[in-house]
């Protein structure tokens, strides 16, 4: 038996500057792909271990992942999608992919419906298992070209792994048994927030989790999942959806249809209502003044309007400059993104004063134009921004935001990177020499992956808006290409239960 697998993980922001030419992937070919499969605590991880399991003849073209940006170079795409058509075109028994479905390239809206539709046409009767990320924003294209199609019931992601074994699973009874399951999806006319998919808190999301979870275990029902969908995307059928993999396609038609309606229902409670920085800072002024000097852990102010794995610039300076600007001290903040920054901290050397403009240089169409933030203080640290992840996300996974410097002034401890970054583990600030939980305020460019890490150590979690392309106002972004109406955008949004 011949086993295909792969990695192809692109969440795209059509709405940021940042650009995804090939090298963004790191992707690794062939035998450095499957050394990277192996270990990898991701769904291609589950699929490698199943097919040593079988014996199998394994083949993994391509493991690659870039953070979220702006549309993939096209070039890309096709070099990514031609190793995996190379090697289905040889022969295979069973296809394994494990992608986000929130990929748009300069000239596809649905990279991962147009690479499963190539798929196919070269295997149209080899079974083909597919992991997607909570985010995906699904299209007929994906569910048509697919056997299966099971997501992540987790935000933060930890159960990537455990949905490549689901994955398996169904694979499996169609190799060994024959089993012809059928694919279903709905589509209700709803943009939910990212800020309200935190699956560990008593919410919305949490509650529509439990409802696939309870409909998996109902007879003939293979697979259930939610997909908040990735909202920042411009393109039609942006937003939530439900698939559904059942052993017939009116079955798997009536579940997807029952939890669409209920997450109709829970329209108002997926969204998110930012208040103004101004105030966010304010209330974490209050909070460590009532705590007193013998408190102990940061308050964590997650600046989720530019948070890189959404797509962000990672440089917009708008929460430390509130925070300044409000006379907090002890602060840490980072991974800010300014190679300039960077190299003049390097050229100045550890014990320099310098002033420094920092941030606020990579421009967003149709976003305000900032200015850098003037600061002013002593290199403390310069080198390379290398860690490897303790965990619970990318367990043993090493990471490298490029150079680094730590810029401290007199309020605050600063992280700045030659590449944006998200900061998935204390190894962000510990290369540097930096101890995040000492500080009084710790300002992270994140929405949700740094929580298993930073959110148990932290006094208090405060959302701070910013003005970048991750923003949670929608006021902000033009959408041309989404299917209208839809909600919370029109009001007047409707949506019909069952065809």
Sequence with gaps: MRIVMARINHETNTFSPVPTPLASFSPLWNEEAADAARVSNTAIGAFHAYARELGADISVPVFAMANPSG???????????????????????????????????????????????????????????????????????????????????????????????????????????????????????????????????????????????????????????????????????????????????????????????????????????????????????????????????????????????????????????????????????????????VEACRAAGVGAEVALQVGNGVRASGFDVLQPLALSGIVEAVGEGRYTVSGPIYTGQTFDMGQAAVLRTPQARILITEKPHEPWDAGVFGCLGIDPFSARFLILKSRMYCRPVFEPRARAVIACASRGVTSSNYALFTFRKLARPIFPLDKDAVWKSQD
């Design 71 to 341: 549309p993939v170079a096209d070039d890309a795409f096709e070099a990514l999608a031609d190793a995996v058509l190379k090697e289905v075109a040889a022969g295979c028994d069973i296809i394994l992919l494990d992608l986000h479905g929130a990929m748009v390239t300069q000239s596809l809206d649905d990279g991962e419906g147009e690479l499963l539709a190539r798929v196919r046409r070269l295997a149209p009767g080899v079974p083909i298992g597919l992991a997607l990320d909570l985010h995906a924003n699904l299209t007929d294209r994906i569910i048509d070209n697919c056997d299966c199609v099971v997501g992540f019931k987790t935000y933060p992601h930890i159960d990537m792994y455990e949905t490549g074994s689901h994955v398996t699973r169904i694979i499996d009874a169609i190799v060994r048994d024959g089993a012809r399951p059928a694919n279903a999806w709905r589509h209700p006319p709803l943009l939910a927030h990212t800020m309200s998919m935190n699956t560990t808190q008593d919410n919305a999301m949490a509650a529509l989790i439990a409802k696939v979870r309870e409909a998996e275990t109902a007879e003939g029902v293979l697979a259930a999942s939610v997909f908040g969908g990735f909202p920042l995307a411009d393109i039609e059928t942006a937003g939530v959806s439900i698939a559904v993999t059942a052993t017939s396609a009116g079955l798997a038609r009536q579940v997807a249809g029952d939890i669409a309606d209920a997450a109709w229902a829970l329209r108002e409670e997926l969204q998110f209502h930012e208040e103004p920085l101004a105030d966010s800072v304010a209330r974490a002024r209050r909070i460590d003044r009532q705590a007193g000097e013998g408190a102990s852990g940061p308050i964590l102010l997650l600046d989720h309007g530019d948070n890189c794995m959404s797509g962000g610039t990672c440089d917009v300076m708008d929460v430390l400059d509130a925070a300044l600007r409000e006379g907090l001290e002890g602060i840490v903040c980072g991974p800010i993104s300014d190679a300039a920054a």
